[in-house]
């Protein structure tokens, strides 16, 4: 009688969420500190003006100022998700608690689709957009799988096992702020994952039955959530018709590439909006420098933006013949070459990006 009791006691015990504490904490930061990061590099990425493509849309739909319709459930699943890893046999018996999860894995699809829909480009940019999606499902087999054949190697070639780990490392750091943009695009991803776990774990040691209540909670959610995707609907046409019409130029530079095109190695280009202007590589570089400029320091960017459109017009407007334009390059060429090397040395990949810029 007594194993009986013993055996029926211990079908209904429920393994917790997560075994251990530290990665209760690891993954109660990420979910806190994922939507920041993604909300932050998107700012960094919204257009500049009214370019007409269908991914200019979405980066503003994913804007914080067009996401404050979203902002009360994603708080209520992070809250919800951060109960449940403080106490998961106290919280997951609650249904408001389990809807919020539910509606934060949602809500984490939403955003990973979106954000890999909005920077997709045809180049092997999106193979390592992929790779970052996939990266938490594909590394805990890649580490099993090469971690006998890397104790074998360390033990034998300790010395050439730490300058490849080195080199690794360096390579890394090299190409740092390429690493951060592609992770911070895969985060909401990775929230999803996250987010699916525990609605996974709760779907099957919690939901046992429907009732009247759960359907009038998840009732409660979509009603909330149409409405806030109508909220951000609206923002999003709002903030784009509220950028400028005329891409901001760099004011001289673009002057400069007027000059003689054999002199200045410009070109004319058709933008989306269906106008052309004339770019060359001085251009397109110094534009690259100012797009990072504007994504390590935001507020000195803002704040010399604002002077160069008084001062960089005024001085445009001056160039009005071909002969003035390729002065304006010639004296543009160290500010050109300094700026790009030193960019270059922290983003290798500032030169095949660069290229890019208003091509496209």
């Known amino acids: 009688m007594e194993e009986i009791s013993q055996t029926s006691s211990g079908e209904n015990i429920i393994p917790p969420l997560l075994d251990k504490t530290w990665k209760r904490i690891l993954f109660g930061v ?6 920041i990061f993604n909300f932050s590099l998107i700012e960094l990425m919204k257009p500049e003006w009214q370019d007409g493509r269908f991914a200019s849309y979405l980066y503003l739909f994913l804007l914080p100022e067009a996401s404050l319709g979203i902002f009360p459930l994603l708080v209520y699943a992070i809250l919800s998700y951060l109960l449940l890893l403080w106490d998961s046999e106290q919280f997951a018996g609650s249904m408001i608690i389990r809807l919020g999860i539910y509606g934060g894995t949602l809500l984490a699809l939403q955003y990973s689709i979106l954000s890999f829909v909005a920077t997709f480009s045809v180049s092997p940019v999106v193979l390592a957009v992929l790779l970052a999606y996939f990266a938490p499902l594909l590394l805990p087999k890649l580490y099993a799988w090469l971690r006998p054949q890397w104790d074998k190697l360390f033990k034998r070639y300790r010395l050439a096992m730490i300058i490849t ?10 190409g740092f702020f390429f690493v951060l943009a592609i992770f911070g695009i895969a985060s909401p991803f990775w929230s999803f994952l996250v987010a699916l776990q525990a609605s996974r774990w709760l779907l099957k040691h919690y939901e046992t039955s429907f009732s009247f209540t759960k359907g009038l909670g998840i009732f409660a959610w979509i009603s909330a959530y149409a ?12 903030l784009y018709n509220a950028l400028p019409t005329e891409p901001p130029n760099c004011y001289i530079a673009t002057a400069a590439a007027k000059g003689h095109p054999r002199f200045v190695g410009s070109r004319a280009v058709k933008l989306a909006s269906g106008k052309t202007m004339r770019v060359n590589r001085q251009l397109q570089r110094l534009k690259a420098v100012e797009i990072v400029w504007m994504g390590v320091s935001a507020p000195s960017h ?6 160069y459109d008084v001062v960089g017009k005024r001085l445009a407007l001056c160039i009005k013949n071909p002969i003035l334009a390729d002065i304006a390059f010639f004296i543009l060429l160290p500010v050109e070459w300094i700026s790009f090397f030193v960019l270059k040395f922290i983003v290798p990949e500032i030169q095949s990006v660069s290229e890019r810029l208003y091509l496209s």
Request: charged content about 20%.
């Open 227 to 238: 409405f806030a995707l109508r909220f951000d609907i609206v923002k999003m046409f709002e």
């Open 30 to 35: 990420f979910i806190v500190a994922a939507p």
């Open 302 to 307: 803002r704040m010399m933006r604002r002077v």
């Open 165 to 174: 780990t080195l080199i690794i490392v360096a390579l890394v750091l090299w």
